[in-house]
């Protein structure tokens, strides 16, 4: 029973010093506010590479949209594959009504075994560097047209994989 007192109070005493070893003692009025801690990740110097071979082979035609960091905030429509060797469709921004100022989306083209076989991008920027000043439609509103083309092809493409590794708002 001794020996229960006392581990009672060594827990207490140790949970007294915990509480008041945390706190400033002087009522904190002078005190300075303590530094808030930053996590800072770097940021990343390209996008993923494509996948070199699809774990599911894609059909005659198909073009798929990868899953993302930016996929839950534009809506992909009309998506086709053409002449093999250039995909493209229309892209509407959903989560807000900001301007977008610079948007890429990555193609990546397949073989109809699944091979990857060539690459692509479409590049978008809201404004010119040079003039601040942008000419052509915008992807916020009723969105923008994209294409992006094949290039250094080294077999036939019969699908495609989209991919949005840059977006942009204001």
């Known amino acids: ?11 207490a005493a140790l949970a007294l010093g915990l509480l008041t070893g945390c706190s400033d003692g ?20 390209q996008a993923a590479a494509p996948a070199a071979v699809l774990a599911t082979p894609a059909a005659s ?3 798929r949209v990868q899953d993302g ?20 469709g229309h892209l509407t921004v959903t989560s807000d009504i900001s301007d ?14 699944g091979r990857l076989v060539g690459t692509g991008a479409f590049h978008y920027q809201e404004e010119e560097p040079a003039t601040g000043e942008h000419d052509g439609p915008r992807a916020a509103g009723e969105g923008i047209d994209f294409t992006a083309v094949a290039e250094k092809l080294t077999g036939t ?8 590794p840059v977006l942009v708002n204001e």
Do not use: N
Request: proline share 8%; net charge positive.
């Open 61 to 63: 035609g198909e073009v």
């Open 157 to 164: 493409p019969v699908s495609a994989v989209l991919s949005i």
């Open 69 to 88: 960091p930016f996929t839950d905030r534009v809506k992909l429509t009309g998506l086709a594959l053409s002449k093999g060797s250039t995909v493209g």
């Open 100 to 113: 977008v100022l610079a948007l890429e989306i990555g193609a990546a083209f397949y073989d109809d075994g």
């Open 1 to 11: 029973m001794k020996h229960r007192a006392r581990t009672a109070a060594v827990l």
């Open 26 to 45: 002087g009522g904190g009025a002078d005190a300075a506010p303590a530094a808030p801690s930053t996590l800072a990740l770097p940021a990343p110097k």
